[in-house]
């Protein structure tokens, strides 16, 4: 049985990403909320923004390391302000190093970490300057963080396009604007938290044992397919 750490997961692909593991592992989930947490999981009340990780309760052991917390901050460059970057880069970046500074002595061997950037970082895509900067910094500070590791640790990088979660509601709350979001992406639609779930999954386990460094897209085929 693994010990397995989400830095969220009340809602969204954090809650799918527990619920795939919470029958076979020990999962903890560091969160503001409790509300619809898998059965079978612990709760640790935690607020990235303002608390600081070494006053929670903590398990002595990991295996498995996910940072959930992100953001959608869609706004042309002009319109974007010095604090809206730093906001960004906060909530996705500082957040996350600040949170592993603490969890990285406490991963076991063969333990791996997974975090979470955009399809923006690799497709330049208009009103992403923000969070694909914030982003963009994950991806570089995974592979770097995997050489320093390996062979100890695996860290992993996933990159979706648009999921359908809390997170997105406003980009996706109504069919119109579904149908548009999905018309953009090869296979058609817009991603499922399950779709990044499973993909997490993968990665947290051993049959992904010989990956690490890496970027997985997983994007509906966004990033790399032109059917146009």
């Keep these: 049985m693994k010990h397995i750490l989400l830095i969220g997961g009340s809602h969204g692909i954090g809650n799918h990403i527990a ?24 709760h640790i009340p935690f607020d990235v923004l303002n608390d600081n990780i070494e006053d929670a309760y903590l398990p002595e052991d990991l ?31 500082f957040g996350m190093v600040r949170v592993l500074k603490h969890i990285l002595p406490k991963m076991n061997v063969g333990g791996s970490i997974v975090l979470f950037s955009t399809v923006a970082v690799q497709t330049g895509m208009p009103f992403h300057t923000s969070v694909a900067a914030a982003k963009g910094a994950i991806e570089g500070f995974a592979r770097s963080l995997a050489a320093e590791n390996a062979p100890k640790l695996r860290v992993n990088v996933i990159a979706p396009s648009l999921v359908d979660t809390p997170l997105a509601r406003r980009l996706l709350n109504n069919d119109a604007k579904r149908e548009k979001m999905g018309e953009r992406h090869p296979l058609k639609r ?8 499973k993909a997490a999954s993968y990665l947290l386990s051993d049959d992904s044992s010989w990956i690490t460094g890496q970027v997985l ?11 146009s």
Aim: hydrophobic residues 40%; aromatic residues 10%; negative net charge.
């Design 19 to 42: 619920a795939l593991h919470a029958n076979d592992h020990k999962v903890f989930i560091a969160s503001r909320s409790q509300e619809q947490l898998p059965k079978g999981t612990t």
């Design 63 to 93: 295996d498995g390391f996910v940072y959930c917390p992100g953001s959608i901050n869609l706004k042309p460059f002009r319109m974007l302000f010095e604090d809206s970057f730093k906001a960004d880069m906060d909530i996705n970046f």
């Design 190 to 197: 817009v991603g499922k938290p399950n779709d990044i779930a």
């Design 217 to 227: 897209g997983v994007d509906g085929g966004l990033s790399s397919l032109n059917l």
